[in-house]
């Protein structure tokens, strides 16, 4: 069974930074990437950014964080983590972890398995 458990939210200020984590059990070593969405109150759920486990150099970002994020993954430890700088109070959201098994639900954006969930509040 997948389990993807997110950390690392909470409150912060406009202009801070934050480091999000997620640990990743049950994947099967064929699985294709991981990757961070969010989810504000009546928004739809957002692409934030994704990194395939086993290829280096794919990272793919949402345009409303491009440039302020930096997505990494640690295959021995089963760990991603999402670093994001200059904070904005429209970057509050849930930000949860999901995995994809296949290239082609990679490519669809149609991920399989997901986690709770962390809250991330970007308040003054």
């Known amino acids: 069974q997948v389990e993807l458990l997110e950390s690392g939210g909470g409150l912060v200020q406009p202009g801070d930074s934050l480091r999000l984590s997620c640990v990743a059990s049950?994947?099967?070593?064929?699985?294709?990437?991981i990757a961070w969405f969010r989810q504000a109150p009546a928004k739809e759920r957002e692409f934030v950014a994704s990194?395939?486990?086993?290829?280096?150099?794919?990272?793919s970002y949402g345009n409303s964080v491009q440039g302020r994020a930096t997505i990494s993954r640690d295959l021995d430890k089963r760990t991603m983590i999402l670093e994001m700088n200059n904070l904005k109070t429209e970057d509050t959201a849930v930000y949860l972890c999901?995995?994809?098994?296949?290239?082609?639900?990679?490519?669809?954006?149609?991920?399989?398995?997901w986690g709770q969930g962390t809250q991330v509040t970007v308040s003054s």
């Open positions: 990194i395939p486990w086993r290829t280096d150099g794919m990272e």
């Open positions: 999901a995995a994809v098994d296949s290239f082609s639900d990679y490519l669809a954006m149609d991920y399989n398995h």
């Open positions: 049950g994947l099967s070593t064929h699985s294709y990437a």
